[in-house]
């Protein structure tokens, strides 16, 4: 199986601040990544697929990037909706994989 | 509007069974993939299973392979995932995904809680 890491598993972060998530493959994954919000209570939304495509609807301040086994999702400008838990998920082998989670507090 | 709905979850005792169903509107069911992902409380997101369009090919999570059968009916626009052999730790919300090959996990339901206790 794919073992995916994140890292941090939580920051605290200002509005406005740049934040990066990271997320390691234990193997290459070439691009079939995908990262996903989700808010306290809520069902978990896509944000981007392919590593660095964003799904359709979600704001530009959303960015991913990477390939192989090291991808990072960038949030340029922390907006308070932003506040939430990020996932990296891998869908390049079954079974898919998820990462342990990124919690995204207020300072 | 794509839409995925749970339903079925509940309160079952350990060793029991409980058979939850997700209906997709929206969207030509048929033509898409569908998975089911799990997250017991406080915890992160497990990928449980993934079926093909013409229930051709099923894939399951260790976690739940032998105890789980995921299935479909194109015709009704339903998924079902029947659970037998339910322990403590199935306890979770449980939620439908419409599975893309190459956009991921696209559009998901809102969940619907299973709980194994005693």
């Known amino acids: 199986d794919v073992h995916m890491t994140q890292s941090p598993s939580s920051l605290s972060a200002s509005v406005g601040d740049r934040v990066t998530i990271t997320c390691r493959a234990s193997q290459g994954i070439s691009s079939w990544l995908a990262w996903y919000q989700q808010r306290p209570g809520k069902a978990p939304k896509s944000l981007i697929y392919?590593?660095?495509s964003l799904q359709s609807g979600v704001p530009s301040r959303f960015s991913g990037s990477g390939s192989g086994t090291e991808f990072t999702l960038t949030i340029s400008s922390l907006q308070p909706e932003d506040f939430a838990t990020y996932y990296c998920?891998?869908?390049?082998?079954?079974?898919?994989?998820f990462g342990g989670g990124t919690k995204v507090e207020i300072k | 509007e794509v839409q995925l709905v749970e339903s079925g979850g509940g309160l079952v005792q350990p060793g029991g069974s409980l058979r939850l169903s997700c209906v997709a509107s929206?969207?030509?069911?048929?033509?898409?993939?569908v998975s089911w992902v799990r997250q017991a409380p406080g915890r992160g997101l497990e990928w449980l299973s993934h079926i093909s369009t013409g229930e051709s090919t099923v894939y399951y999570a260790d976690s739940v392979r032998g105890r789980f059968t995921l299935s479909r009916d194109n015709a009704k626009n339903s998924l079902f995932l029947q659970m037998s052999g339910l322990r403590p730790e199935d306890t979770a919300v449980y939620y439908c995904a419409r599975d893309d090959q190459i956009r991921g996990l696209e559009y998901w339901g809102q969940g619907t809680l299973v709980t194994v206790s005693s």
């Open positions: 929206g969207f030509m069911f048929s033509n898409y993939e």
């Open positions: 392919a590593a660095s």
């Open positions: 998920q891998q869908y390049d082998t079954y079974p898919r994989t």
